[in-house]
């Protein structure tokens, strides 16, 4: 691994090759990590991780393997990939208070780059039509960069361990988890069933499998019964039926200790919290939040920041939604904190259980049906539903193209900065599409 620092820190900041073992107990490793001074550490992850952290997850994550060396462990654990890792090599450098440091280095561009383009957002108004015109390109623009993500992820997650190829049981995990979020199953619950449906089917327990999964279905028909079809609340658990600062960090504290595969699973259920059950956030001012959150050097997750300003807009004016803005983000990002810097030790050796490894195996193969569902969810709030109008078809139509366009150069282009340039462009040719 190398660091590129200024000569004179170069002399005085060699290369220590630590030992977890011999350092921090529950931080064990053999990666030669530089040992920094705090102000130093702070400004190596600010600059190099924070400042040029574009073009969504896979990006930052991509960017971070350039430099470091990384763990699958993250990839488990609930909050952003990205901001994890960079506080696990804080640890590494500096100890715990260097993974702090790092994790803060990390979130701090993009908290307030948000922050202002919250601010920003507000002053224009929800109703000015230039503004909105620009934002209805970039939905649909949206949907293709989630749905695109949907197959990098998928990539690395439907692929078994051992064999290294296409896990036909992962995929089946996938797909029937997008199924049962289309049913309007739990999200939750379907993620934790397949990790154990996964881990049966490895450990070769055909028939108990089988049974297990006929059972899901068996049971869901019973709910439907005798209690109906599940409502598009279903999700919700009412912890945020107004935007109270109390009830946005208790939003964002579950959001962030349930949010395993990133901000991809925490999207549906702050929605369903905010816009469905709360109903104090449009749904057309949360898809907005989420082409804004693509925009920034953040992880994504920041597009919580933006809720939380809004929601403390509505609750209380200026003053209590910049206060909403710093709760919600803080309860968002303090889990991957304390699962990173207090908790890697127990979760390297759940990973290295054999039957527990399974399961994590699962879980995240049956994210990719998650994220896959969300991208169709926006990109049919994108084109409107069912046009009743000449001019809503029309601007169904246009929403539509621009899908398939977008998606198109994703595939083409694979530079990590083509998500910023097309949403860029995206937002100017909404100003001739949609005004």
Same mark, same amino acid.
């Given at each position: 691994?190398?660091?590129?620092?200024?000569?004179?820190?170069?002399?005085?900041?060699?290369?220590?090759?630590?030992?977890?073992?011999?350092?921090?107990?529950?931080?064990?490793?053999?990666?030669?990590?530089?040992?920094?001074?705090?102000? %130093?550490?702070?400004?190596?992850?600010?600059?190099?991780?924070? #400042?040029?952290? *574009?073009?969504?997850?896979?990006?930052?994550?991509?960017?971070?393997?350039?430099?470091?060396?990384?763990?699958?462990?993250?990839?488990?654990?609930?909050?952003?990939?990205?901001?994890?890792?960079? $506080?696990?090599?804080?640890?590494?450098?500096?100890?715990?208070?260097?993974?702090?440091?790092?994790?803060?280095?990390?979130?701090?561009?993009?908290?307030?780059? $948000?922050?202002?383009?919250?601010?920003?957002?507000?002053?224009?108004?929800?109703?000015?039509?230039?503004?909105?015109?620009?934002?209805?390109?970039?939905?649909?623009?949206?949907?293709?960069?989630?749905?695109?993500?949907?197959?990098?992820?998928?990539?690395?997650?439907?692929?078994?361990?051992?064999?290294?190829?296409?896990? +036909?049981?992962?995929?089946?995990?996938?797909?029937?988890?997008?199924?049962?979020?289309?049913?309007?199953?739990?999200?939750?619950?379907?993620?934790?069933?397949?990790?154990? *449906?996964?881990?049966?089917?490895?450990?070769?327990? *055909?028939?108990?499998?089988?049974?297990?999964?006929?059972?899901?279905?068996?049971?869901?028909?019973?709910?439907?019964?005798?209690?109906?079809?599940? %409502?598009?609340?279903?999700?919700?658990?009412?912890?945020?039926?107004?935007?109270?600062?109390?009830?946005?960090? +208790?939003?964002?504290?579950?959001?962030?200790?349930?949010?395993? !595969?990133?901000?991809?699973?925490?999207?549906?259920?702050?929605? +369903?919290?905010?816009?469905?059950?709360?109903? *104090?956030?449009?749904?057309?001012?949360? #898809?907005?939040?989420?082409?804004?959150?693509?925009?920034?050097?953040?992880?994504?997750?920041?597009?919580?920041?933006?809720?939380?300003?809004?929601?403390?807009?509505?609750?209380?004016?200026? !003053?209590?939604?910049?206060?909403?803005?710093?709760?919600?983000?803080?309860? $968002?990002?303090?889990?991957?904190?304390?699962?990173?810097?207090?908790?890697?030790?127990?979760?390297?050796?759940?990973?290295?259980?054999?039957?527990? %490894?399974?399961?994590?195996?699962?879980?995240?193969?049956?994210?990719?049906?998650?994220?896959?569902?969300?991208? +169709?969810?926006?990109?049919?709030?994108?084109?409107?539903?069912?046009?009743?109008?000449?001019?809503?078809?029309?601007?169904?139509?246009?929403?539509? #193209?621009?899908?398939?366009?977008?998606?198109?150069?994703?595939?083409?282009?694979?530079?990590?900065?083509?998500?910023?340039?097309?949403?860029?462009?995206?937002?100017? $040719?909404?100003?001739?599409?949609?005004?």
């Amino acid at each position: 691994m190398q660091i590129h620092a200024s000569e004179d820190k170069a002399r005085t900041e060699q290369p220590v090759e630590r030992r977890f073992g011999d350092a921090e107990p529950g931080l064990e490793d053999n990666t030669k990590v530089p040992s920094m001074s705090l102000p %130093s550490l702070f400004w190596f992850f600010f600059y190099n991780f924070g #400042i040029f952290a *574009w073009g969504g997850p896979v990006a930052q994550i991509a960017l971070i393997k350039e430099r470091l060396r990384v763990f699958s462990v993250y990839q488990i654990l609930p909050g952003p990939e990205a901001a994890e890792l960079c $506080m696990f090599f804080g640890c590494l450098s500096a100890g715990r208070i260097g993974g702090i440091i790092a994790g803060i280095a990390f979130i701090l561009p993009g908290f307030i780059l $948000m922050l202002l383009a919250s601010y920003l957002y507000s002053l224009a108004g929800f109703e000015n039509v230039y503004f909105n015109a620009s934002f209805k390109a970039l939905q649909p623009i949206v949907a293709a960069m989630i749905l695109k993500a949907v197959h990098r992820i998928a990539d690395h997650s439907v692929i078994n361990p051992k064999t290294k190829k296409v896990d +036909v049981f992962l995929v089946i995990a996938a797909l029937c988890t997008a199924v049962n979020s289309a049913l309007r199953i739990n999200i939750f619950i379907s993620l934790g069933f397949y990790g154990i *449906w996964y881990s049966l089917i490895s450990l070769r327990l *055909w028939i108990p499998a089988a049974v297990l999964w006929v059972l899901q279905y068996v049971g869901f028909a019973l709910i439907v019964v005798f209690r109906g079809f599940p %409502s598009p609340v279903a999700l919700a658990l009412g912890i945020a039926r107004n935007p109270s600062l109390v009830n946005l960090f +208790v939003l964002s504290l579950v959001a962030g200790s349930l949010s395993f !595969g990133g901000a991809y699973t925490a999207i549906p259920f702050i929605q +369903v919290e905010a816009v469905l059950k709360g109903g *104090w956030l449009p749904q057309s001012v949360f #898809i907005d939040c989420i082409a804004i959150g693509n925009i920034l050097p953040a992880p994504l997750v920041i597009f919580a920041t933006f809720v939380g300003f809004q929601g403390g807009l509505k609750d209380g004016g200026l !003053g209590t939604a910049f206060a909403g803005a710093v709760i919600i983000t803080l309860g $968002m990002f303090f889990p991957c904190f304390v699962f990173t810097i207090a908790g890697h030790s127990l979760l390297g050796k759940l990973v290295r259980n054999k039957l527990l %490894s399974t399961f994590f195996d699962g879980f995240c193969g049956s994210v990719i049906g998650v994220i896959a569902i969300i991208a +169709v969810q926006i990109l049919d709030a994108s084109v409107e539903g069912e046009p009743t109008t000449l001019l809503e078809a029309g601007t169904s139509g246009l929403a539509a #193209i621009l899908y398939v366009l977008a998606l198109a150069v994703l595939y083409k282009f694979t530079n990590k900065w083509t998500p910023l340039v097309l949403l860029v462009c995206g937002a100017i $040719m909404g100003q001739f599409l949609f005004v």
